[in-house]
C-alpha cells in the first residue's frame, strides 16, 4: 500500500484515457483514443509511431494545444495530482515553458527569424524565472555553452539564418531548458537533421537529462532513436495505444503485430547478411475517418481472425509492465 | 541600388519641402501681376501662373501639404489596420468574422467614391480629406495582415512561442508583428503615393484643399484652363508628382528585395 502512493508521489504526469477528436461532417474523427501513460520522475518515455497516427497531437493536448477544430473530449492529463483539462488558461500559461517545455522537428523554422538568439533566451528567462537583464545574459551564456555551441558570448547576437540546422536545434533545447522545466516534449526532435548531427542532439539531450534529473517524452517514427534513448516504449497506431512496456522488454520481445512488423521492416546491425530480406508491413497507412470495427491494424494484420472485429483495444492490464492490445498474439505468434 | 534611389528622391523632395522658407521661396501666394504667364526662365524655374504666382514656390510649399498628407494617412492607417488584422488572423473565429465582413463592406464600394463621400458628409477642407482616407484605408492594411497572420501562425516558432507560455499579447506584438511589418511596409510605399494622389484628386474636385492655398491638386486643376498656351503650370508641378512617386514605388520595391533577402535568406 505505502510502496503503491510512493510510486504516484513520484509520478509528474498521469494520463488516462485521453480522447482527442476532430470535428467533422459526421461527428468526430479520433486522434487519440482512450490513450494512456505515465511519466514518473527522471524517465523517458519513448512514443513511436507512423505519421498522423496521433503522436503530435497527444504531445500538444498536454499543453493545453491542440490544434483547432481538435479537442480533448474525454479522460484526464493529471500533472503532478492536478488536473490540466480544468486548469484556468492563464494557469496553464504558467505551466508552459515553467514546468512544460517543447522542442520540435523542423530547426530551420523553430527560431523566430527577426530575434537573435540571446533575445530568444533571454526572453524565456525574464518571462519565466523574473531574471534581471544582465541575470539572464550570463545565464544565457552558460546554457549555450551547455548546449554545445563554441563561443557563446558571440553566438549571441547571432540571428538564427546564421547558424546551421544542428546549431539551432542546440539553441531550440537551450531555450526549451531555460527555465528549468521538469519534463520535456521532444516532437521528433532529429527528424530534420543529419545521422551524425542526430546522435550529437541526442546524447546532448542525454546528458541534460542526467545532470537535471528532467523528464521527456520523445516522440519518433525512427524505432531505433527511441529504442536508445527511452526507459519505457509506447507504440501508437491510428490514434490507439497498441503496445507499452519497457524499453529493451518491448523491442526485444513485441507483443502486437504492430510492433513486430515496425521492427521487422528495420535493418539490424549486428544482423546484416543473416537474415532474409526486410519484411515491409503490407498495405497503407489508417485513414481515421474510416477505421474497421475493433482493432484498427486488421486490414494489414498478418494474424488476422474473426475475433478481431471485437477486439477492445484495452492494453491488457494484467500485464502493466508490458501491455499490448492484441488479445491473440503473443511475442512467439498466435497464442 | 533601387532603395537607394528611391530614398534619394523622395529626401530631396523632404528637405526641400522643409526647408522652403529658409532658400528663399516664402511666400506662396505672392501676386505679381506684371509677371503673369512667365514661361519658365532662370526666375522663375517653373514659371508663373495667371496671378503671376512663382510655381516653383507653389510647388515646394504644396510639397508640404501633400507629403504630409501621404505620410500621415499612410502610417495612421497602416498601425490601425495592422492591428486589427493581427487580431483577425490571429483569433480567428467570431473576431476574425466580424471584422474582416468590415474590411469587406469598406473595400467594396469605389475608393474614391466612398472617400469622396466621406470628405462631403466632413465638409469640403484638409480635414475632410484627412478622415475620407483614414476611414478607407486601414481596411487593406487589415487584409493584407491578416493573410500574412493566417501563414504565420503555423510556423513552428509561433507554435513555440505558444507552447513555451508565453502571453499572448507578447506573442502578437511582440513576436509577430516584426514578421508582419515587412509586406505592410511595402505596401504602404505605393499606398502613400496613392494618398497623395487621392488628396491631388480631392482638391482638384473642390473637396480637398482649397484654393488659394498651394497644393500640387489645386496648381494643377488651376492651370488646365491654360494648357495650350502655358503648359508649364500644369506640366511641371505634374512631373515632380510623378517623380515623388517614382521615388517611393522605388523605395517600395528596394525594400522589397533587401527584406525579402534578410529574413527569409535563411537557406
Not at chain 1, 1 to 7: G, L, P, T
Not at chain 1, 244 to 266: D, F, S
Request: hydrophobic share 45%; glycine share 10%.
Amino acid at each position: 500500500m505505502r510502496k503503491q502512493s510512493e510510486a504516484m508521489e513520484a509520478l509528474l504526469l498521469k494520463v488516462d484515457d485521453l480522447t482527442i477528436g476532430f470535428a467533422d461532417r459526421r461527428g468526430f474523427l479520433l486522434a487519440a483514443n482512450r490513450v494512456s501513460f505515465s511519466v514518473p520522475k527522471d524517465h523517458t518515455l519513448g512514443m513511436v509511431g507512423e505519421s498522423g497516427c496521433g503522436k503530435s497531437v497527444t504531445l500538444r493536448s498536454l499543453l493545453g494545444l491542440v490544434p483547432y477544430p481538435g479537442e480533448v473530449i474525454a479522460g484526464s492529463i493529471m500533472w503532478m495530482g492536478r488536473d490540466l483539462r480544468g486548469v484556468s488558461k492563464k494557469k496553464l500559461e504558467q505551466i508552459r515553458g515553467k514546468d512544460i517545455s517543447m522542442i520540435f522537428q523542423d530547426p530551420t523554422s523553430c527560431l523566430n527569424p527577426v530575434f537573435s538568439v540571446g533575445d530568444q533566451i533571454t526572453e524565456m528567462l525574464r518571462l519565466k524565472l523574473y531574471m534581471s537583464r544582465q541575470k539572464a545574459y550570463a545565464r544565457a551564456v552558460e546554457l549555450l555553452d551547455r548546449v554545445g555551441i563554441p563561443s557563446p558570448k558571440l553566438r549571441l547576437t547571432d540571428y538564427p539564418h546564421q547558424l546551421s540546422g544542428g546549431m539551432r536545434q542546440r539553441v531550440m533545447i537551450a531555450i526549451a531548458i531555460a527555465s528549468q522545466p521538469k519534463l520535456l516534449l521532444a516532437d521528433e526532435p532529429t527528424t530534420a537533421l543529419d545521422v551524425t548531427i542526430q546522435d550529437q542532439i541526442l546524447s546532448l539531450l542525454a546528458e541534460i537529462r542526467e545532470e537535471t534529473g528532467m523528464s521527456m517524452i520523445l516522440v519518433s517514427h525512427d524505432v531505433g532513436v527511441v529504442a536508445q534513448n527511452s526507459d519505457e516504449v509506447a507504440v501508437m497506431y491510428a490514434g490507439y495505444l497498441v503496445e507499452r512496456g519497457r524499453a529493451q522488454e518491448l523491442l526485444h520481445r513485441p507483443r502486437h503485430p504492430y510492433t513486430q512488423g515496425l521492427l521487422k521492416a528495420i535493418p539490424k546491425i549486428d544482423q546484416v547478411g543473416e537474415g532474409g530480406p526486410l519484411v515491409p508491413i503490407r498495405g497503407q497507412p489508417p485513414n481515421l475517418a474510416d477505421l474497421p470495427q475493433g482493432c484498427p491494424f486488421q486490414p494489414r494484420c498478418r494474424f488476422m481472425n474473426e475475433g478481431c472485429s471485437t477486439v477492445s483495444m484495452e492494453l491488457n492490464r494484467q500485464e502493466p509492465e508490458h501491455g499490448s492490445a492484441c488479445p491473440f498474439v503473443d511475442e512467439g505468434g498466435m497464442r | 541600388m533601387t532603395l537607394w534611389l528611391g530614398v534619394g528622391i523622395v529626401g530631396i523632395a523632404v528637405i526641400l519641402a522643409i526647408g522652403t522658407n529658409w532658400i528663399g521661396f516664402t511666400n506662396p501666394n505672392e501676386q505679381d501681376l506684371g509677371a503673369s504667364l512667365l514661361a519658365p526662365s532662370v526666375a522663375h524655374p517653373f514659371g508663373t501662373d495667371e496671378l503671376g504666382r512663382d510655381i516653383l514656390t507653389r510647388v515646394l510649399h504644396g510639397a508640404r501639404i501633400d507629403l504630409s498628407f501621404g505620410l500621415i494617412t499612410t502610417y495612421v492607417s497602416l498601425v490601425i489596420g495592422m492591428f486589427l488584422g493581427a487580431l483577425a488572423g490571429y483569433f480567428g473565429g467570431v473576431t476574425d468574422t466580424v471584422l474582416m465582413r468590415v474590411v469587406d463592406t469598406v473595400i467594396s464600394f469605389p475608393f474614391i467614391v466612398l472617400i469622396l463621400a466621406i470628405a462631403s458628409i466632413v465638409g469640403a477642407g484638409l480635414l475632410g480629406a484627412y478622415v475620407g482616407v483614414l476611414v478607407v484605408s486601414w481596411a487593406l492594411y487589415a487584409r493584407l495582415t491578416r493573410g500574412e497572420m493566417l501563414v504565420l501562425r503555423e510556423t513552428q516558432y509561433m507554435m513555440a512561442a505558444e507552447t513555451l507560455g508565453l502571453p499572448v499579447r507578447r506573442i502578437i506584438f511582440v513576436h509577430a508583428i516584426p514578421n508582419l511589418l515587412r509586406a505592410n511596409l511595402v505596401f504602404s510605399m505605393s499606398d502613400i503615393v496613392l494618398n497623395i494622389l487621392t488628396l491631388a484628386a480631392l482638391s482638384y474636385l473642390g473637396l480637398g484643399v482649397r484654393p488659394p492655398t498651394a497644393e500640387w491638386g489645386t496648381i494643377i486643376a488651376q492651370g488646365q484652363k491654360y494648357l495650350r498656351t502655358a503648359w508649364w503650370i500644369s506640366t511641371l508641378p505634374g512631373i515632380v508628382v510623378v517623380l515623388v512617386g517614382v521615388g517611393f514605388a522605388l523605395i517600395g520595391d528596394g525594400l522589397a528585395d533587401r527584406l525579402g533577402e534578410d529574413v527569409t535568406g535563411a537557406a
